[in-house]
């Protein structure tokens, strides 16, 4: 008989599983239980102003391969695009800075770069690197470049930078996690200039060869997980959308699932079980089964979030110069990034050159009152945001507010060491997802297809 498989969570760490497990040459038969009434998690499209739009996720890091190796499998190859030349800033004492080139994760690697965005003070300081004791063990980002190059470059560079990718706060956050070269460089004792040097070489190579830093898909990256749906679907899964799994136990060698309302559980045997919830509810399914990693899922927190997308009448106006900006924390604004949909994404433009689509992101790690706000007033709040940051903007002809609630885990201090019982799972049970080694697309394939490959090995 086939090797039945469960997989549990429909958002891009479930779906790459699922299509792992389809590939594989085991012949097992796959089951995809997704609690809400849609499989892709925070890929998303959503209609505004009568143009359906990414109102999440838009763009995976192209330098690693997972998504661009998924995008081949399922023939989408086509359908790659990148971003247009226009660059980001950086808005710091209420004007917008060129984001620097050649930056680790905002560590820069030519401190006359930042010259402007930082004072001449903070760029000398910047430029006078304190190494100080070696670092054992694992410290914040925020921790280490303040001791190293000046809490500005962490307010002004290094926060703005990670808040995109977390949702969370630079000294909060694990440096041997989130930037693992700049946590080995401070176990080595070594500059954290150079290693930014060394980095900024790497990408300058890599742009030479033309291999650019971030791709999408032509229709948005929320189409990835509605083919996805599709061929996995066409491969024999069987995919089930609101279906809310109740809990998780052994029988024998292997699982018992358990679905449905409290009145009316139904139970079904698998042999393997992959997990792909975020944290929180895999803390609870795995309580009896694995609680010693159930404990340490339950000690991670998560942001919330939300994206606030505005349609413009007409083409873009001139003060959306460029690709976006990404606010710090030290500014006086409730949003914390912005993106000029429409100028970052020539393939929108194209498809759509009689609108203009900009976003805006608000709400970090433990800041949920700034999202305590209607729809309404979300909206309200992120155009006076922008009005401030770029002047004159027409009012919107159409807008939606995407809430993202517990959206982006928090990797905080020692968090690899901590998540070690997660790694240490009955036979036949993997975990996967955004919580336990990258929040980026790539990384959550990648963490998807890892796990399925677990359950299939004797």
């Known amino acids: 008989m086939a090797t039945t498989v469960a997989v549990l969570g429909g958002g891009i760490s479930g779906l790459a599983a699922a299509w792992e497990l389809c590939r594989s040459d085991s012949g097992c038969e796959v089951t995809l239980l997704e609690g809400t009434d849609r499989v892709g998690g925070k890929l998303r499209l959503a209609e505004v102003g009568g143009v359906r739009i990414d109102v999440g996720a838009e763009s995976v890091l192209a330098r690693r391969p997972e998504a661009l190796t998924l995008f081949d499998e399922l023939g989408l190859a086509d359908r790659v695009t990148h971003p247009g030349p226009a660059g980001a800033s950086i808005v710091s004492r209420g004007k917008r800075w060129p984001m620097p080139r050649g930056t680790l994760m ?36 925020g921790d280490l470049v303040d001791r ?56 300058a190579n890599g742009s030479a060869a033309g291999r650019p830093v971030f791709a999408s898909l032509v229709g948005g990256l929320g189409t990835l997980p509605e083919e996805l749906e599709r061929r996995l679907a066409e491969s024999g899964v069987d995919l089930r959308t609101s279906t809310v799994v109740r809990e998780l136990g052994r029988d024998g060698d292997g699982w018992v699932v358990s679905t449905g309302p409290t009145t009316d559980v139904t139970q079904e045997r698998f042999d393997a079980v992959v997990v792909a919830t975020p944290a929180a509810p895999a803390s609870r399914l795995l309580r009896t089964v694995a609680p010693a990693a159930a404990s340490a899922l339950a000690g991670i927190e998560y942001a919330s979030m939300a994206i606030v997308t505005l349609a413009l009448d007409g083409p873009p106006p001139a003060v959306l110069d460029g690709s976006g900006f990404l606010v710090p924390p030290t500014e006086p604004l409730t949003i914390k990034a912005s993106t000029f949909s429409s100028v970052k994404w020539p393939w929108l433009a194209a498809a759509h050159p009689e609108r203009t689509f900009l976003r805006a992101s608000v709400g970090r790690h433990r800041e949920e009152s700034s999202l305590q706000r209607s729809d309404a007033e979300l909206v309200e709040v992120a155009l006076a ?74």
């Open 148 to 203: 190293r190059l000046g809490n500005a470059v962490t307010d002004r560079l290094v926060e703005p930078l990670l808040a995109g990718v977390y949702a969370g706060h630079a000294r909060e956050i694990s440096a041997e996690q989130a930037v693992p070269v700049l946590a080995a460089a401070a176990r080595d004792g070594r500059p954290l200039l150079d290693v930014a040097r060394t980095a900024a070489a790497a990408a």
């Open 106 to 141: 905002g560590v820069p690697s030519d401190p006359e770069s930042v010259r402007g965005l930082l004072t001449s003070d903070e760029v000398d300081r910047l430029a006078r690197e304190v190494l100080g004791e070696v670092v054992e063990g694992d410290v914040s980002v």
């Open 385 to 458: 945001d922008l009005r401030r940051v770029l002047g004159e903007l027409p009012q919107p002809s159409a807008a939606h507010v995407q809430r993202w609630g517990g959206g982006l885990p928090q990797y905080a201090v020692g968090h690899r060491a901590r998540l070690a019982p997660t790694r240490d799972l009955p036979p036949g049970l993997a975990l996967g997802g955004a919580a336990y080694d990258g929040v980026g697309i790539p990384a959550c394939i990648a963490s998807g297809r890892a796990a399925a490959r677990a359950v299939l090995t004797p």
